[in-house]
Nanobody, 125 residues
Framework: QVHAVASGGDSVQAGGSLRLTCDAS????????MAWFRQAPGKEREGVAA????????YYAAPAKGRFTISHDNAKDTGYLQMNSLKPEDTAMYSC??????????????????WGQGTQVTVSS
């Protein structure tokens, strides 16, 4: 497992966009999946999006489909989450994880356990 650092969170108006960055380069990238999670106050952490960097196959949880795009720069060991059409319910602490997931099924959310430092996203109406 490697530790990844998320950044790019901010406060935005509903309908706005943000691009989050997940940096796993400092620790070396030996995992086969990268995923984004979020946790709102009083709620469980939930998977948002994941990517299998070797093929670019992506996975999205229902709230993210059509609005969020996950990508990964293999040369930089860095992942991104482009979030468009943000809603107040997207307000949460967003974190990322770079981890080896058996079978490369990167949306096996329960397999992740090594979330790095998070970044706060606040969407106001």
């Amino acid at each position: 497992q490697v530790h990844a650092v998320a950044s790019g969170g901010d406060s935005v108006q509903a309908g706005g966009s943000l691009r989050l960055t997940c940096d796993a380069s400092e620790y070396g990238y030996t995992s086969n999946c990268m995923a984004w999670f979020r946790q709102a106050p009083g709620k469980e952490r939930e998977g948002v999006a994941a990517i299998y960097p070797y093929t670019g196959v992506t996975y999205y949880a229902a709230p993210a489909k059509g609005r969020f795009t996950i990508s990964h720069d293999n040369a930089k060991d860095t992942g991104y989450l482009q979030m468009n059409s943000l809603k107040p319910e997207d307000t949460a602490m967003y974190s990322c994880a770079a981890q080896f997931i058996p079978g490369g099924i990167c949306d096996s959310w329960l397999e992740y356990s090594d979330w790095g430092q998070g970044t706060q996203v606040t969407v106001s109406s």
